[in-house]
């Protein structure tokens, strides 16, 4: 099932599975193991997950369900679609990783980068609450 979806997102990405190994720095050796069974470990699965902005989920196949979801009713901000049930989507906000590889990012910036990809999904609620809860202080008080 991984090697399938994996397959799947690189033709939609229109990407080469050996580019993306290559771009992403693993193994060439790592696809002939995804193409007889084995699933990567975590670290690899989060690299390729965040590289597609899909869940680590739905590259192993417990889910259909492309995008993170967050069951919290405090998100909020203009980065977030949501509903009334309390589910809600974090829009692509993530920088890809080759962006952190040119230096798009500042050292405090990529550490902050670092710390939410190391993140489960209820820490990165948590942390995303405190996000918006000081956007909004800078907010109200740029508009003092």
């Known amino acids: 099932m991984f090697y399938e979806r994996l397959k799947l997102l690189c033709a939609e990405k229109g990407i080469k ?46 889910t259909d369900e492309q995008t993170n979801i967050y069951h919290t009713n405090n998100i909020n901000s203009n980065f977030v679609q949501g509903n009334n049930s309390g589910s809600i989507s974090i829009k692509n906000i993530e920088q890809k990783p080759k962006e952190i590889q040119q230096n798009n990012l500042s050292k405090e910036e990529i550490g902050i980068l670092e710390v939410y990809r190391s993140l489960d999904i209820r820490d990165r609620a948590k942390f995303m609450n405190f996000v918006f809860d000081m956007e909004d202080k800078a907010t109200k008080n740029s508009n003092l």
């Open 17 to 62: 599975l050996t580019n993306l190994i290559q771009e992403l720095g693993m193994s060439s050796g790592n696809m002939n193991k995804w193409k007889n069974g084995v699933v990567p470990k975590g670290n690899t699965l989060s690299k390729l997950a965040d590289y597609f902005n899909v869940s680590v989920d739905y590259l192993i196949g417990k």
